[in-house]
């Protein structure tokens, strides 16, 4: 399940590396306090939550709306636990740009090392279907550049992918969680946090099912036929409404041949099968979502998915810099706080617990 979204500005700059090292430290002693109290579960379920999660980055000192945060954030969690992923069960597979691609190969790695509940196929499946869905089932303007999978040894995931809009120079957050997915292709988010919204196609929004049951349909017939309808749509000259983010016009049959014989070939179930189908992607959605509406009189949604903390400083100087001596303070109490925890002593956990106690709002 998706469990939401979030708009950020795009920001130039780098992460200094003064401050990654102590991002770095400072992560893996929260996510190892984290999973001595309540286990590596409940550290996705965290990971899954916005909120949450721009907290932590808040807390590890990045800029507060930048982002950069997501990317540097993830590359620090995924750094700390290199070396402690095994004895924490909890596992991070992903990235940036090139490194994003690379996450099927790296999930299916890490399981020949240690022992997972759960077939890593399964997994890299997991991982895909969730970039799919963003990429190409949910068309919102924004090209995912970023994919982080964790994983547990148990076998439940979170997702944390990040997309860029280069005409508004906003990015956008998506985050999933494994524990309450039904279904990936309807409605698989529970909150999403933004402030900047658009026109999308949401082919997984719950009134895009009748749309979804005959795209799947669609998707079953012979290309020429499905290319025959398109060309004559297109020849009644049909006009359709502003809310389209494509037009009839736009789409060249021709050239969707080829898309068109893949799933052709592949003969999907349902439409979750063609999503998952490799070669069908945003155009081939687009085109029979279109002829779905045009043809068959079942549109897709068109609503956007997207619904709408300092304490080290931040690296762009707001709300003030970060305080690097507070910053190596905090560390080094949590890091005391793990050890003496290893030895019996609990007096450092269980006022760590009494933090939990403190009064506190989302904003």
């Known amino acids: 399940m998706r469990t939401g979204m979030a708009n950020l500005p795009l920001h130039g700059g780098k992460c200094p590396p003064w401050l990654f090292e102590r991002m770095v430290k400072m992560s893996r002693a929260l996510i190892e306090v984290m999973v001595v109290e309540n286990g590596p579960e409940a550290v996705l379920a965290r990971l899954a939550d916005p909120f949450w999660f721009q907290a932590l980055g808040c807390v590890l000192g990045f800029d507060w709306h930048s982002s950069g945060l997501t990317t540097t954030v993830c590359g620090a969690l995924k750094e700390a636990l290199r070396d402690r992923a095994g004895h924490l069960g909890l596992f991070v597979a992903g990235g940036k740009g090139k490194t994003s691609r690379q996450t099927p190969a790296e999930i299916l790695s890490i399981g020949e090392r240690f022992p997972l509940a759960r077939d890593p196929r399964e997994l890299v499946f997991a991982s895909k279907m969730a970039a799919k869905v963003d990429n190409a089932a949910v068309q919102d303007g924004y090209q995912l550049y970023h994919h982080t999978f964790f994983f547990t040894a148990s076998g439940s995931w979170a997702v944390i992918q990040q997309g860029m809009n280069e005409s508004t120079r906003w ?3 998506y985050h999933w ?4 997915v039904r279904d990936f292709v309807c409605e698989p988010h529970t909150a999403v946090c933004c402030d900047y919204r658009g026109q999308a196609l949401n082919l997984v ?7 979804r049951k005959v795209i799947a349909e669609l998707a079953r017939e012979k290309p020429e ?3 025959r309808d398109l060309t004559r749509l297109q020849e009644k000259a049909l006009n359709l409404p502003a809310r389209h983010r494509v037009e009839l016009a736009d789409l060249n ?3 969707l041949q080829r898309v068109f014989l893949k799933s052709y070939e592949r003969q999907p179930e349902n439409f979750a099968a063609l999503v998952a189908t490799e070669g069908v992607g945003p155009k081939a959605l687009r085109a029979l979502s279109l002829l779905s509406e045009l043809a068959y009189g079942t549109p897709p949604s068109f609503r956007d998915p997207a619904r709408f903390s300092f304490a080290h400083g931040g690296k762009d100087g707001h709300p003030y810099p970060v305080d690097r001596t507070t910053y190596d303070h905090s560390i080094s109490f949590l890091e005391k706080a793990l050890a003496e925890s290893r030895l019996g002593r609990q007096e450092k956990i269980e006022a760590f617990r009494r933090l939990r106690r403190w009064p506190h709002h989302r904003s």
Request: aromatic share 0%; glycine share 0%.
């Open 253 to 255: 049959p021709a050239r």
């Open 177 to 180: 969680l494994s524990t309450a």
């Open 225 to 227: 036929n499905l290319l």
């Open 205 to 211: 929004a719950r009134e895009s099912d009748p749309a």
């Open 171 to 173: 990015a956008r957050r």
